[in-house]
């Protein structure tokens, strides 16, 4: 049974562009929360997608949206990269009326 | 809204001794509460939660927390912390009195233990 899978693993991209990062959630599962991590910071909610809507949106910016498809997976689209957008991104996956969230193991970005 | 405070940042101890590790959260009238254990270049793992029921949780692999309700702590402790234990911990916490879905962590607590 595979867990949540990312991809890619690493990504290197320039001030001013645009990334994808893309997630499948854990086999039953159907909510999809995305979150992003600093370097020596704990993660910060992004947004959760759950029946293909936003269900629930944290203190980002309007740069950061995202998808949900018909299959459940997922993907987070950053536009205007910043310096400060440099960080872990995790997606985790919860299976309907769960709070119990299982993260992948993130997409590396790096911004220069 | 939630906020998570984990007091230490970081905690050496040797081999075979306890720990706890402490998370405080901001009061709410219902919370879930989680650890997560994160390893170098590794997403987090889930390692214990609370949603209800006994205040006291344990894990698979030893570790340990009870829910406080009047302190609003989550503390997580280890009678005998072993070499593979080193790691980062995040403890998160759900308001669900607010309705809300989303995971609110701590800072972290590095984790090191000393052969």
């Known amino acids: 049974d595979a867990g949540v899978t990312q991809s890619p693993t690493h990504l290197i991209k320039t001030r001013g562009q645009q990334v994808t990062l893309r997630c499948s959630p854990k086999?039953?599962?159907?909510?999809v929360s995305w979150y992003q991590q600093a370097l020596g910071q704990g993660p910060q909610f992004i947004f959760q997608y759950y029946e293909e809507e936003e269900r629930q949106r944290g203190n980002f910016p309007d740069r950061f949206s995202g998808h949900q498809f018909p299959n459940y997976s997922s993907e987070l689209n950053v536009n205007a990269l910043l310096l400060g957008d440099s960080a872990l991104y995790l997606c985790a996956s919860s299976p309907a009326d769960s709070v119990e969230q299982y993260f992948g193991p993130g997409t590396r970005l790096t911004v220069t | 809204a939630q906020s998570v405070t984990q007091l230490d940042s970081q905690v050496p101890v040797f081999e075979e001794a306890p720990v706890e590790l402490r998370c405080n959260y901001s009061?709410?009238?219902?919370?879930?509460l989680f650890w997560y254990v994160q390893y170098p270049n590794q997403g987090l793992q889930l390692l214990l939660k609370y949603l209800s029921g006994s205040t006291l949780v344990e894990s698979i692999n030893g570790f340990e927390a009870e829910f406080n309700k009047s302190q609003t702590s989550f503390h997580l402790r280890k009678p005998s912390v072993h070499i593979s234990d080193t790691a980062e911990y995040f403890c998160?916490?759900?308001?669900?009195?607010?309705?809300?879905?989303?995971?609110?962590f701590g800072k972290g607590t590095k984790l090191s233990v000393i052969p």
């Open positions: 086999s039953g599962h159907d909510t």
């Open positions: 998160a916490v759900i308001d669900s009195g607010a309705g809300s879905y989303q995971l609110t």
């Open positions: 009061s709410s009238v219902s919370v879930y």
